[in-house]
């Protein structure tokens, strides 16, 4: 049974940044494509981005690009996000799950599952 | 790239039917079968409860089903139950090989 176990809440100030850690078990990352989705409180849902299976590349969101970077350490079978230059609006849930792949010419994520149990990061003076 | 939309909330009594649209564009939910829906608890993570437009994963409750038209998709849970009551979310990858998700709807049971 493969699962995600997330690292702990972090409380940070704006302008610092924040690494989350995710640690899979029952699998090994080098056969998964890792993804983050965050959730603002009372908010939806937020793809922030994840593992190209087509080519292991790394995909963001337009909205994070240049402010976060996607690792894994497959030695562990953890992946991290971390995410900089915080500000408040940063605070959030943040989730790893691992993605699911659809192949018709090239391959594509196309489910998330499973998931971690999410981690608070609060942005605060 | 927008998000998907969804109505922002639904409700249903015990036994009945309901239904949760999501409409997206020709660039996402019409260019792909990568529609997936997930249901989430109160302080609980996400959880998947369709793929691929109408597949449940193992363990997920035949009540749940999923379809497609075009640009839209739909969730349809019959005999509701209390448990049901959770928000629900849409995805599907888009043109612009991102993910992308639907605003949620809360579900009430009454």
């Known amino acids: 049974q493969v699962q995600l176990v997330q690292s702990g809440a972090e409380v940070k100030k704006p302008g610092a940044s924040v690494k989350v850690s995710c640690k899979l078990s029952?699998?090994?990352?080098?056969?998964?494509?890792m993804h983050w989705v965050r959730q603002a409180p009372g908010e939806g849902l937020e793809w922030m981005g994840g593992t190209d299976p087509e080519d292991g590349g790394k995909i963001y969101a337009q909205k994070f690009q240049g402010r976060v970077t996607m690792t894994e350490d497959i030695s562990t079978d953890t992946a991290y996000m971390e995410l900089s230059s915080l500000r408040s609006e940063d605070t959030a849930v943040y989730y790893c799950?691992?993605?699911?792949?659809?192949?018709?010419?090239?391959?594509?994520?196309?489910?998330?599952?499973?998931w971690g149990q999410g981690t608070l990061v609060t942005v605060s003076s | 790239q927008s998000a998907l939309t969804q109505p922002a909330s639904v409700s249903g009594s015990p036994g009945q039917s309901i239904t949760i649209s999501c409409t997206g564009s020709r660039s996402d939910v019409g260019a792909y079968n990568s529609v997936s829906w997930y249901q989430q608890h109160p302080g609980k993570a996400p959880k998947l409860m369709i793929y691929d437009v109408s597949n449940r994963p193992s363990g997920v409750s035949n009540r749940f089903s999923g379809s497609k038209s075009g640009n839209s998709a739909s969730l349809t849970i019959s005999g509701l139950l209390a448990e049901d009551e959770a928000d629900y979310y849409c995805?599907?990858?888009?043109?612009?090989?991102?993910?992308?998700f639907g605003g949620g709807t809360k579900l009430t049971v009454l």
């Open positions: 799950t691992a993605g699911g792949w659809a192949c018709n010419i090239s391959c594509y994520t196309s489910w998330l599952d499973p």
């Open positions: 029952g699998y090994t990352l080098t056969k998964l494509s």
């Open positions: 995805s599907s990858y888009t043109r612009s090989s991102i993910l992308v």
